[in-house]
C-alpha cells in the first residue's frame, strides 16, 4: 500500500515536471534569472560609485535614519510595493542595515512588502469588477496574466523571490482570482527575499 502510495507520488511529480518543463517553466525562470542578475551588478556598481567618487552612502544613510521617521519611510516603501514597485527594495534594505534595530527594521520592510502584495492581489481582484478597467488591464499585464494562469503558486514563487516587480505577479493573481490562501503561502517566501538580500547589501554599507 505504501509503495502504491509512493509510486502514485513519484508520478504526480514526474508529470508536474514534464508539464513545467513542455511549458517552459524552466526558461522562463532561467532568463529570470540572468535578467535580475545585471540590476543586482548595476545596483552594486552604482553604489560603489557613488560612494567613492560622490557621497559617502553611510553618512547619507545615518543621516535618512536621523532626519526621517521610520513610519514615513515604511509608508512610502508600502505604498512603492502596492504600486508596481516604483522603488528598488534594495535601497531600503540598505537604510534598514543603519537604523538603530536593523533585523527589526528589515523584518518590517518584508512585512510591507508582503502587505504590499496583498493589496496589490486586492487591486487585481478588484478590477474584475469593472469591465472596462478590466480589460485595459488584461492588455497591458496579458504576459503576465497568461503565465499565471499557466504555472500558477510557481510563478508567484518566482515573483516573491527574484528582484522583479512583485506587485505584477500579485495583480496578475488576483485578477484571475487564484486562491487567496495559497497566495498567501506562498508570497510568506518575500520574507526569505529579503533575508538573504540584506547579508549581502548590510556588509556593503
Keep these: 500500500m505504501k509503495e502504491k502510495a509512493k509510486s502514485k507520488k513519484k508520478s504526480r511529480i514526474r ?121 485595459l488591464m488584461e492588455v497591458k499585464l496579458a504576459k503576465h496574466i497568461h503565465n499565471t494562469r499557466k504555472w500558477g503558486g510557481f510563478l508567484i514563487i518566482v515573483g516573491a523571490l527574484l528582484p522583479i516587480p512583485f506587485a505584477i505577479t500579485s495583480i496578475a493573481a488576483g485578477i484571475i482570482r487564484f486562491p487567496f490562501s495559497s497566495y498567501l503561502i506562498f508570497a510568506l517566501l518575500r520574507f526569505a527575499r529579503f533575508y538573504l538580500y540584506a547579508l549581502v547589501i548590510f556588509k556593503m554599507v
Design 15 to 135: 508529470l508536474l515536471h514534464q508539464y513545467y518543463k513542455y511549458t517552459g517553466f524552466y526558461g522562463f525562470v532561467g532568463s529570470s534569472l540572468k535578467k535580475a542578475v545585471l540590476p543586482i551588478v548595476i545596483f552594486i556598481g552604482a553604489l560603489w560609485a557613488v560612494d567613492h567618487f560622490f557621497l559617502n552612502i553611510e553618512d547619507m544613510l545615518v543621516h535618512i535614519t536621523e532626519t526621517y521617521q521610520p513610519a514615513k519611510v515604511l509608508a512610502i516603501f508600502l505604498l512603492s510595493e502596492s504600486l508596481l514597485g516604483l522603488v528598488p527594495p534594495e535601497l531600503f534594505i540598505a537604510w534598514a542595515g543603519k537604523s538603530a534595530a536593523p533585523f527589526l527594521f528589515l523584518t518590517l520592510l518584508a512585512s510591507m512588502s508582503y502587505l504590499g502584495g496583498v493589496i496589490s492581489y486586492g487591486i487585481g481582484l478588484s478590477v474584475t469588477k469593472i469591465p472596462s478597467v478590466r480589460l
